[in-house]
């Protein structure tokens, strides 16, 4: 069973980016996507963006058009996640998640990473 | 963007209660509708997907139902590792949107 495991606990100056990786365990993400959700302390969740790596193609919410880029190294089977000009705002716990269906972007997600915590202050 | 409103935002029940959380879109969605169960510190779980489609290893005494604009989630029994916070997603159209979150406390 793929697992989902993502770098380490940032901490980030106002202004600066901040990058974040997914690495699939246990096997590859062949041709299922993978999406970014975010959850801001005590918040809910937010979707940002997603990748499927075995075809390049990517989505990006509108709210984060230009502040964030997902890539993928299928070398590596790991997707990452760079986020631009941080504010305060932006402190949250960054999941990445795997989708249910193959082949598709922005359905159910059936695996989830730890999660890394990003503090921008 | 696709609003999701889900109600109550919080719900007080007792183990082997039956209880109902309520999701909304502000547009149809027909059965694009997905719910997670989030505990503390811990990612979400997958627990029913295409509104009434329980997730593999998910226990029975979980479901769904609706369509269009409204949904429900069940939970028929409830027990002591239920009480956590549900999420309603819908995955109608990008952007992908959560509801607010559902508390369930034990009473």
């Known amino acids: 069973q793929v697992q989902l495991v993502q770098s380490g606990a940032e901490v980030k100056k106002p202004g600066s980016s901040v990058k974040v990786s997914c690495k699939a365990s246990g096997g590859t993400f062949s041709n299922y996507g993978i999406s970014w959700v975010r959850q801001a302390p005590g918040q809910g969740l937010q979707w940002m963006g997603g990748i499927i790596p075995i075809f390049g193609a990517r989505k990006y919410a509108q709210k984060f058009q230009g502040r964030v880029t997902i890539a993928t190294d299928e070398s590596t089977s790991t997707v990452y996640m760079e986020l631009s000009s941080l504010r305060s705002e932006d402190t949250a716990i960054y999941y990445c998640?795997?989708?249910?269906?193959?082949?598709?972007?922005?359905?159910?997600?059936?695996?989830w990473g730890q999660g890394t915590m990003v503090t921008v202050s | 963007d696709i609003q999701m409103t889900q109600s109550p935002s919080s719900l007080s029940a007792s183990v082997g209660d039956r209880v109902t959380i309520t999701c909304r879109a502000s547009?149809?969605?027909?059965?694009?509708l997905n719910w997670y169960q989030q505990k503390p510190g811990k990612a979400p779980k997958l627990l029913i997907y295409?509104?009434?489609n329980l997730q593999s290893g998910v226990p029975s005494r979980f479901s769904g139902s609706g369509s269009g604009t409204d949904f429900t989630l069940t939970i028929t029994g409830l027990q002591p590792e239920d009480f956590a916070t549900y999420y309603c997603?819908?995955?109608?159209?990008?952007?992908?949107?959560f509801g607010q979150g559902t508390r369930l406390e034990i009473k």
């Open positions: 997603q819908q995955s109608s159209s990008i952007p992908i949107t």
């Open positions: 998640a795997r989708e249910l269906y193959s082949g598709v972007l922005g359905n159910a997600f059936d695996i």
């Open positions: 547009q149809s969605i027909s059965t694009y």
């Open positions: 295409a509104a009434s």
